[in-house]
């Protein structure tokens, strides 16, 4: 691959055996390349919403898949750098991350809304976050590992024993990449939506408004991402 090489398939669900993303300790060249315009958005975002943090995160600089594997190279950026390129969408980095989707006993999709303080408020999506230095492990991602972490900080869940899909799935528009999998919860979609309200109550400064149940793939909630619908259609596909 090229310095900057970004070779996904884009709008289809794909399965992924293997996740081999490698964590490069020099800095990604799209951060350096956009210093000023970063700073300059951070400083209108910070305005908007001074509850945002300026913590660490990665970007890919190459990506591609190859015979169910996902083979790339990324680097430690700002918090900044990620919502300035997510606001432009500049040429030159892409962003992934990963989603474990809960499935209910009763064939339902429990998902989370966002709260009002955070990047993302009211979305729907699966509880997530962008993958972060200490999700890898001898420098490759360690993708079971951050879910795990995610979905327990997000929802009080522990998810590292369930029942799972054997593979990966991946999904890629425009730039960003989900990479998911399936959880099998044994319960009731009704249940565990309020374990999850009952731990984000008891939380002092919670990331979520709550759980979101999804039970058919023509009848989404409001502020559903909208790469989401191409899970939630996969999921209920069959």
């Known amino acids: 691959m090229s310095k900057l090489s970004f070779s996904l398939p884009r709008d289809r669900v794909v399965p992924v055996s293997s996740v081999e993303v490698r964590l490069d300790a020099t800095s990604h060249p799209f951060e350096l390349e956009h210093q000023l315009a970063i700073e300059e958005n951070w400083r209108r975002e910070r305005e908007a919403n001074p509850a945002l943090f300026d913590g660490r995160l990665v970007l890919l600089s190459q990506v ?5 594997r996902v083979i790339g190279r990324c680097h430690s950026v700002r918090y900044a750098t990620l919502l ?3 606001r432009a969408r500049p040429a030159g980095a892409e962003h992934a991350y990963a989603h474990a989707a809960l499935v209910s006993s009763d064939g339902a999709l429990v998902a989370i809304r966002m709260g009002t303080h955070t990047a993302n408020p009211g979305k729907v999506y699966f509880a997530a976050g962008s993958f972060e230095p200490m999700d890898f492990v001898d420098g490759m991602v360690d993708v079971e590992g951050n879910m795990a972490r995610e979905v327990r900080e997000e929802t009080g869940l522990d998810i ?3 029942p799972r899909d054997d593979e990966y799935q991946l999904f890629s528009r425009d730039g960003i990449t989900v990479i998911f999998r399936r959880y ?3 319960e009731p979609a009704d249940l565990i939506a ?3 309200s009952d731990f984000v109550a008891r939380e002092t400064d919670p990331e979520i408004e709550g759980p979101v149940i999804i039970r058919e793939r023509d009848n989404l909630p409001d502020g559903v991402m909208p ?3 191409a899970i939630i259609d996969w999921h209920f596909s069959g």
Not at 64 to 68: D, F, L, P, V
């Open 227 to 229: 790469y989401m619908k």
């Open 194 to 196: 309020a374990k999850i």
């Open 84 to 86: 300035y390129w997510r």
């Open 160 to 162: 590292l024993r369930l």
């Open 184 to 186: 099998y919860m044994g």
């Open 64 to 68: 591609s898949y190859e015979q169910k």
